[in-house]
């Protein structure tokens, strides 16, 4: 099987039991996540009320592979503001597609504007 990219949307999908979450779950042996994304998931599960170990450990429960954020990804997240601000995305949102992009991989969100971006990626929506 190939890998597959789930940004932190996709992480909280199947935490929470959102729509799209059973699409994760069905994923989870081939996903990679960076750990920005990681760190994002986490974030939002704690300003849910997730105690910061609980928030972690349900978000690691979603992540078969962790990919620590490089220089690589850095730079292609940086060089990719002028496309992606239009759109209004993160430095999180960016991390993610650096990562997909490194990889040659699919990536899961739950942001259906990433069809939108002009870059040559495969975004899967989950809803």
């Known amino acids: 099987m190939s ?3 789930f940004d932190a949307s996709a992480i909280l999908a199947a935490v929470i039991g959102e729509p799209g979450g059973d699409t994760v779950l069905k994923q989870i042996r081939n996903s990679t996540v ?3 994304n990681l760190s994002e998931a986490q974030a939002k599960l704690v300003r849910r009320g997730f105690p910061p170990d609980d928030a972690w450990e349900s978000a690691l429960t ?9 220089s690589r990804q850095a730079r292609l997240a ?3 503001i002028a496309t ?3 759109f209004g995305l993160s ?3 960016r991390a993610c597609l650096a990562l997909a992009l ?3 991989a699919p990536v899961y969100t739950a942001d259906r504007l990433w069809k939108k971006l002009p870059l040559d990626l495969e975004i899967r ?3």
């Not at 979603?62 to 490089?70: G, K, Y």
């Open 78 to 80: 940086g060089a990719m």
């Open 102 to 104: 490194l990889l040659g």
């Open 84 to 86: 992606t601000q239009p």
């Open 62 to 70: 979603f992540c078969n592979e962790i990919v620590a954020f490089d």
């Open 125 to 127: 929506p989950l809803r």
């Open 34 to 36: 960076s750990t920005v």
């Open 91 to 93: 430095f999180g949102d």
């Open 3 to 5: 890998k597959v990219v």
